[in-house]
């Protein structure tokens, strides 16, 4: 088993043995940016792998559905094939690649049965159950499937509240634990403790806070200002205070009492204002899915660039898997990488604000094993 090492002396890496060196500019941006892809397999030649050797992309995200599409399958038609295909994901990249799924449970779940995966439950069961054992085993039995299949990631658990309940995105799926905070805490407590017993990171999601949205931001501008309340930090304060939180998922929520201007994701005031100096969160952000029709339909690729960084966001997710012939680009982090270069050049986004996320994103990766 290979290790990734962090040489904090000189913030250098060590690549495959190699002599340490000095990160580049388009190093440290390419650790910013995870996308998706098409195949169950890769060569050298595939878009996504060249992208991760030419553009130094920090991370990945798989999916059992292509709805772009809508074909299956995209990434995931076995158990041997997707631990085959992130062995060869990580070898492409000399540090460790963050390979990264939604496996919630229940209906939100991307290892489904009929490609010979083991069944799940959601977190509105485990919520209703309210046994943090029960809970605890459920999140075993996931963390040590994604140890498996050598993905080191899971988008989960959900920490929004279930304050609405026919929610189209939260509430409908069963993907909320419960209204209560205190519940809320308590079973992903317990599902994050369990990643972690197997070296796998967890995030929290929808930052801040989804549960109360009548709409769905996959579709649409979400405007929850007449819903939203303050206590849905509740979750992700006692989670930051109890020092149990790898990463942070924004969402395409737009709240005037917030920001009268810009969604969570591209908002300064809450993502810097409020989790950052009111919760005092210093660990990695990441957006949802940058390809959402909460973005896409309303800002422009390089606006919502701009304005997420600025904002706070380290790692921007771009799913290639968004609605009709245009949800896929095949070289999109290439682009990314090439706009925030030019951005940096042109004075729009600090080199001390690429450097911090670096910095937080090194000191994530820092934790993980190579295989």
Same mark, same amino acid.
């Not at 303050?230 to 969402?251: C, G, R, S, W």
């Given at each position: 088993?290979?290790?990734y090492m !962090?040489?904090?002396?000189?913030?250098?890496? !060590?690549l495959?043995?190699?002599?340490?060196?000095?990160p580049?500019?388009?190093? #440290?941006i390419g650790?910013?940016i995870m996308?998706?892809?098409?195949?169950?397999?890769?060569?050298?030649?595939?878009?996504v792998?060249?992208?991760?050797?030419?553009y130094?992309?920090g &991370? +990945?995200v798989?999916?059992?559905y292509?709805?772009?599409?809508?074909t299956?399958p995209?990434?995931?038609?076995?158990?041997?094939?997707?631990q085959?295909?992130n062995? /060869?994901?990580q070898?492409?990249?000399p540090?460790?690649?963050?390979i990264?799924?939604?496996e919630e449970g &229940?209906?939100?779940s991307r290892?489904?049965?009929?490609y010979?995966f083991p069944?799940?439950?959601?977190?509105?069961?485990?919520g209703? /159950?309210?046994d943090?054992?029960?809970? $605890?085993?459920?999140?075993?039995q996931?963390a040590k499937?994604l140890e498996?299949?050598? *993905?080191?990631?899971?988008?989960a658990? /959900?920490?929004?509240?279930?304050?609405n309940?026919?929610s189209?995105?939260?509430?409908?799926y069963?993907?909320?634990?419960?209204?209560?905070?205190?519940?809320v805490?308590?079973?992903?407590?317990?599902?994050?403790?369990?990643?972690?017993?197997?070296?796998r990171?967890?995030?929290?999601?929808?930052?801040p806070?989804?549960?109360s949205?009548t709409?769905?931001?996959? !579709? &649409?501008l979400?405007? /929850?200002?007449?819903?939203?309340?303050?206590?849905?930090?509740?979750?992700?304060?006692?989670?930051?205070? $109890?020092?149990?939180?790898?990463?942070?998922?924004?969402?395409?929520?737009f709240n005037?009492n917030?920001?009268p201007?810009y969604p969570?994701?591209l908002?300064q005031?809450?993502?810097?204002g409020?989790?950052?100096?009111?919760l005092a969160?210093d660990?990695?952000? *990441?957006?949802d899915?940058m390809?959402?029709?909460? *973005?896409?339909?309303?800002?422009?690729l390089e606006?919502?660039?701009? #304005?997420?960084?600025n904002?706070? +966001?380290?790692i921007l +997710?771009?799913?290639?898997?968004g609605?009709?012939v245009?949800?896929?680009?095949e070289n999109?982090g290439?682009?990314v990488?090439?706009?925030l270069?030019?951005?940096?050049?042109?004075?729009?986004?600090?080199?001390?604000? *690429?450097?911090a996320?670096?910095?937080?994103?090194?000191?994530? #990766?820092?934790?993980?094993n190579?295989?």
């Amino acid at each position: 088993m290979r290790f990734y090492m !962090l040489l904090c002396c000189c913030g250098g890496l !060590l690549l495959h043995g190699c002599e340490p060196c000095t990160p580049t500019l388009k190093m #440290k941006i390419g650790q910013m940016i995870m996308i998706g892809f098409r195949g169950t397999s890769l060569t050298p030649y595939s878009p996504v792998s060249q992208q991760i050797r030419r553009y130094h992309i920090g &991370g +990945v995200v798989l999916y059992e559905y292509d709805s772009p599409t809508a074909t299956r399958p995209r990434n995931i038609e076995s158990p041997e094939q997707l631990q085959a295909l992130n062995t /060869v994901l990580q070898e492409l990249s000399p540090t460790p690649l963050l390979i990264g799924i939604d496996e919630e449970g &229940g209906k939100v779940s991307r290892l489904k049965r009929r490609y010979g995966f083991p069944p799940t439950v959601s977190a509105q069961y485990l919520g209703e /159950v309210d046994d943090t054992a029960v809970t $605890a085993a459920w999140a075993t039995q996931t963390a040590k499937l994604l140890e498996e299949m050598r *993905i080191n990631l899971n988008f989960a658990p /959900v920490v929004d509240l279930n304050i609405n309940p026919d929610s189209p995105a939260i509430g409908h799926y069963e993907r909320s634990f419960s209204a209560d905070p205190e519940k809320v805490y308590m079973h992903a407590s317990a599902v994050i403790e369990e990643h972690h017993r197997r070296d796998r990171l967890c995030t929290l999601k929808h930052f801040p806070g989804h549960g109360s949205a009548t709409a769905d931001s996959h !579709l &649409g501008l979400v405007d /929850v200002t007449e819903t939203w309340s303050e206590q849905e930090l509740q979750p992700y304060a006692d989670l930051i205070a $109890a020092d149990k939180v790898d990463l942070i998922m924004t969402a395409h929520v737009f709240n005037r009492n917030l920001d009268p201007e810009y969604p969570a994701t591209l908002s300064q005031s809450i993502l810097t204002g409020i989790l950052r100096e009111q919760l005092a969160y210093d660990g990695v952000v *990441i957006s949802d899915d940058m390809q959402m029709g909460a *973005i896409v339909d309303h800002y422009s690729l390089e606006t919502a660039i701009e #304005k997420a960084v600025n904002a706070g +966001v380290d790692i921007l +997710v771009f799913s290639n898997n968004g609605r009709g012939v245009d949800g896929y680009d095949e070289n999109i982090g290439a682009t990314v990488c090439e706009l925030l270069l030019e951005m940096v050049q042109d004075g729009r986004i600090s080199e001390e604000r *690429i450097d911090a996320s670096y910095q937080r994103i090194m000191q994530l #990766k820092s934790r993980l094993n190579r295989f």
